[in-house]
T-cell receptor, first 113, second 113 residues
């Protein structure tokens, strides 16, 4: 079946603009995760959703970052008033249940000029 | 709290030689341990995981990992490395009761012909 998909694959924006990144998880997966990978860095956890439970937002770096998951499927990560330090690859992953293996999408490469 | 360490930023190995990528972890309770690989401009691909059972876990592409509880380690191994194994490898840990993964900083593997 189809894997995790993310769009856009690349996004270039100007400092101060808002951006929305989309993630389509594997069908039937109840858990969805967002990570950030900066150049030469490891993966930084941002947020995760599990079913209808309140999301764990503990990794969001500032209040400019938010995410939602509609209908238990598609998720959107929104970054408001983007800054140059937001430039990174944003990875989405999903898993069947929260304790299962995570499967990653190809990522969205964000460049803030 | 949980953490994972990959002590080597880069591992260099000649093709045909054994490959080892080190990982140590700290977690309260029983750990779930994972290895992922990331090829250039690609998302992370799942290699293998340890949940319970045999300490030696076999995964994709001929990789295996050994769970050592006393040393809190989960080193990734391959008996004979290929040039195509050149990639960035991430170890991850999660506690049984906590959904978030904690990823290591990653180890760049370079296999030379």
């Amino acid at each position: 079946g189809a894997g995790v998909s993310q769009s856009p694959s690349n996004k270039v924006t100007e400092k101060g603009k808002d951006v929305e990144l989309r993630c389509d998880p594997i069908s039937g997966h109840t858990a969805l995760y967002w990570y950030r990978q900066s150049l030469g860095q490891g993966l930084e956890f941002l947020i995760y959703f599990q079913g209808n439970s309140a999301p764990d937002k503990s990794g969001l770096p500032s209040d400019r970052f938010s995410a939602e998951r509609t209908g238990g499927s598609v998720s959107t990560l929104t970054i408001q008033r983007t800054q140059q330090e937001d430039s990174a690859v944003y990875l989405c992953a999903s898993s069947l249940e929260v304790l299962e293996t995570q499967y990653f999408g190809p990522g969205t490469r964000l460049l803030v000029l | 709290a949980q953490s994972v360490a990959q002590p080597e930023d880069q591992v260099n190995v000649a093709e045909g030689n054994p490959l080892t990528v080190k990982c140590t972890y700290s977690v309260s309770g029983n750990p779930y341990l994972f290895w992922y690989v990331q090829y250039p401009n690609r998302g992370l691909q799942f290699l293998l995981k340890y949940i319970t059972g045999d300490n030696l876990v076999k995964g994709s592409y001929g990789f295996e990992a050994e769970f050592n509880k006393s040393q809190t380690s989960f080193h990734l191994k391959k008996p004979s490395a290929l040039v195509s194994d050149s990639a960035l490898y991430f170890c991850a840990v999660r506690a049984l009761s906590w959904g978030k993964f904690q990823f290591g900083a990653g180890t760049q593997v370079v296999v030379t012909p």
